[in-house]
């Protein structure tokens, strides 16, 4: 069981949450599939090379066949030439989509979380949104918990659109809604900053009911 302030929006602690998490060890084997196959996801597959047949040029053959002592050669247009087509080389449409178990990818997600509270980078604060998109209050936040000059993610329930705006000129600060997070965007943090009731949310996405 963990300790976790929970402050306002100002940064002042309002109180303690006690946190217990569902697992007791980090599953690095998951947490490393699991980033693998969110970064393989986005990546498009539309990078394209041309084969031999597709260079230009390369129509006459440069040298004679015999007599010149040298190899033989058809034509500049094959890959063992400058300019010439590439062997097996990437094309248009290639699936890098990566299949990972759903117990896998939960047990990621809690992992990448036992992480964060293991080392103390985690704080929550009130379940309350901005009456209005204000960057300057949550720059007097990050000031606060001193964290101005670190990675911090911005964990958001889907009411708070006012904090959502206002996180997201803010330099190495991330701000996202609980059901978009990935476990690279955890990782990745330095602080995590997480609603009180979206902690709950997330624990659910992990497997824990």
């Not at 440069?62 to 094959?78: E, I, L, V, Y």
């Not at 911090?152 to 330099?171: G, P, W, Y």
């Not at 990745?188 to 902690?199: E, G, H, M």
């Amino acid at each position: 069981m963990a300790k976790i302030n929970l402050l306002d929006l100002n940064g002042k602690v309002l109180s303690t949450v006690e946190v217990t998490m569902p697992i007791s060890k980090v599953a690095e084997q998951s947490v490393f599939d699991q980033i693998i196959a969110e970064t393989n996801s986005t990546r498009q597959g539309t990078h394209s090379t041309l084969t031999k047949s597709e260079v230009s040029g390369g129509g006459k053959k440069p040298r004679p066949q015999k007599h010149s002592g040298r190899s033989r050669q058809g034509s500049t247009r094959a890959p063992q030439w400058v300019g010439g087509g590439v062997v097996f080389g990437p094309k248009p449409n290639r699936n890098y989509l990566t299949k990972v178990n759903k117990k896998v990818s939960q047990l990621a997600l809690l992992s990448a979380l036992l992480d964060k509270v293991n080392s103390n980078n985690i704080i929550f604060i009130e379940d309350k949104d901005l009456e209005k998109t204000n960057t300057k209050s949550i720059n007097q936040l990050l000031k606060t918990l001193n964290f101005t000059n670190k990675k911090n993610l911005l964990v958001l329930d889907i009411k708070s659109v006012n904090l959502l705006k206002s996180s997201n000129n803010i330099t190495r600060t991330i701000a996202k809604i609980y059901n978009k997070v990935s476990v690279k965007d955890i990782v990745n943090a330095d602080n995590l900053i997480i609603q009180n009731s979206v902690w709950k949310e997330l624990l659910k996405i992990g497997g824990e009911e």
